[in-house]
């Protein structure tokens, strides 16, 4: 598996692949919980584990201001403050199409892997099927043993 410094932002399909492939290793939603024991998906979780887009911010760019901006947003803003800026011109680098998309994706359908690999196919994006095969394959022979 490739690393976040080896993949090309400009690459959509190396983008998705990264991607989707980390969130299956992962496992699970990266989600942090309020003393009342509800849920909100964030870039990063106090556990550690990354949402999709999450996936794609080099740790040394990351602050928690980021959590309450969506994909979208978060590329395209206009601000002075240095460490938002400096993400928001690294977030440029990316498809912010395909940023929103994975960020749904993981925000919505996670839970269920079968589920999760097959809204992946849905994007309108070019979809590597093998590596979502793949993993299929994995989920199906991790379930039998």
């Given at each position: 598996?490739?690393?976040l410094?080896?993949?090309d932002?400009a690459?959509?399909q190396?983008?998705?692949?990264f991607?989707?492939?980390k969130?299956?290793?992962?496992?699970k939603?990266?989600?942090n919980?309020?003393?009342?024991g509800a849920?909100?998906c964030?870039?990063?979780?106090d556990d550690g584990s990354?949402?999709?887009v999450?996936?794609?911010?080099?740790?040394d760019?990351?602050?928690?201001?980021?959590?309450?901006i969506?994909?979208y947003?978060l590329?395209n803003?206009?601000?002075?403050?240095?460490?938002?800026?400096?993400i928001s011109?690294y977030?440029?680098?990316?498809?912010?199409?395909?940023l929103?998309?994975?960020?749904t994706?993981h925000?919505i359908?996670?839970?269920?892997?079968?589920?999760?690999?097959?809204?992946?196919?849905?994007?309108q994006?070019?979809?590597?099927?093998?590596?979502?095969h793949?993993?299929r394959?994995?989920?199906?022979?991790?379930?039998?043993?």
């Amino acid at each position: 598996m490739k690393t976040l410094s080896k993949i090309d932002p400009a690459n959509n399909q190396e983008v998705f692949d990264f991607v989707i492939e980390k969130l299956y290793r992962q496992g699970k939603q990266s989600k942090n919980f309020d003393d009342e024991g509800a849920s909100q998906c964030v870039y990063r979780s106090d556990d550690g584990s990354k949402c999709a887009v999450g996936q794609l911010i080099p740790y040394d760019l990351y602050t928690s201001r980021i959590e309450s901006i969506g994909a979208y947003t978060l590329a395209n803003m206009d601000t002075e403050n240095k460490k938002l800026k400096k993400i928001s011109d690294y977030m440029k680098k990316f498809n912010t199409d395909l940023l929103t998309k994975l960020q749904t994706l993981h925000d919505i359908n996670f839970n269920n892997i079968p589920e999760f690999l097959a809204h992946a196919e849905t994007l309108q994006f070019p979809v590597n099927k093998d590596i979502v095969h793949k993993l299929r394959v994995e989920y199906t022979q991790s379930q039998k043993g």
